[in-house]
């Protein structure tokens, strides 16, 4: 426990200096975690004798993940698009018997090319919150918003499942996750989701939607990789965070969480 308590020390401080910091010191630092999600990625479905491709799904998820250094929600799109295009290229030059790796190849991509693509795109982008609409840097909200909502999720849950933990919510997915954990984690991320709001000053019916969506997203985004993980009967993604496991272990919630809350702020623009 102390191990795991001290890993996510460092590893917040470590992230709250890279959201101040912004611009590329955040945008690298999140190519380098994404592709070290790839690669845990990749050994996960080795278990299945699946196969990816990681060069081009490399080169897909850095395309994407690097364009939304731009901070530009039509220059991200558009690389997203191209992106995936040239993966869909390798159909030409692969035999039917590989098709299933192309599909787990091109779904890896998308998963972390726009899942953390959008965790970077969410700090500098100037085109997702109308101007005056917080007090501050409107990126370092947005990005703060997602990553407090998601860890309150996570935080939450797991406190109301092991103080209260008796309906099982997923049994064949997730054991140890609870109905009353879920309602935890929901309250949680909604309460500390409008406390940073409101901080910023950023409009509370807004916060309470997008908090409600978050705390929906984030639970959706932790059964999902936990399902790959029991799929590929393994208990972590990793090991290079001690304690804590592997890069989607910890990001797996944020991946669903980030793309919801730009796609929902790019549409209501």
Not at 92 to 112: A, D, P, Q, R
Not at 157 to 162: E, H, Q, S, T
Request: net charge positive; proline share 3%; hydrophobic share 55%.
């Amino acid at each position: 426990m102390k191990v795991r308590v001290l890993t996510a020390i460092v590893g917040i401080i470590a992230v709250l200096c890279l959201v101040w910091l912004g611009g590329w010191f955040l945008t690298g630092a999140v190519f380098l975690v994404s592709l070290i999600a790839l690669a845990e990625y990749d050994r996960m479905l080795k278990q299945l004798s699946i196969r990816i491709y990681r060069i081009p799904a490399a080169i897909a998820i850095g395309a994407v993940v690097l364009s939304a250094g731009f901070y530009s929600v039509k220059v991200f799109t558009a690389v997203i698009f191209l992106s995936f295009c040239l993966l869909l290229f390798l159909i030409l030059s692969i035999k039917k018997e590989e098709m299933t790796n192309l599909v787990y190849t091109s779904f890896g991509s998308l998963y972390f090319g726009l899942g953390f693509g959008t965790l970077a795109l969410l700090r500098g982008s100037r085109e997702l919150l109308p101007a005056g609409a917080v007090n501050g840097d409107p990126g370092i909200f947005l990005i703060l918003f997602a990553l407090v909502c998601t860890w309150a999720s996570d935080s939450f849950a797991y406190l109301a499942g092991k103080s209260f933990g008796k309906h099982k919510m997923a049994p064949h997915i997730s054991p140890n996750k609870t109905v009353e954990g879920l309602i935890g984690g929901v309250l949680g991320c909604v309460v500390l989701g409008m406390a940073i709001a409101y901080g910023f000053s950023y409009d509370m019916t807004h916060a309470f939607f997008l908090s409600l969506m978050a705390a929906v997203m984030a639970p959706v985004g932790d059964l999902f990789e936990s399902y790959i993980k029991r799929a590929c009967d393994i208990k972590d993604s990793g090991n290079i965070l001690p304690g804590h496991g592997g890069m989607m272990d910890r990001f797996d919630s944020l991946l669903f969480v980030a793309p919801s809350l730009a796609a929902v702020l790019a549409l209501l623009r």
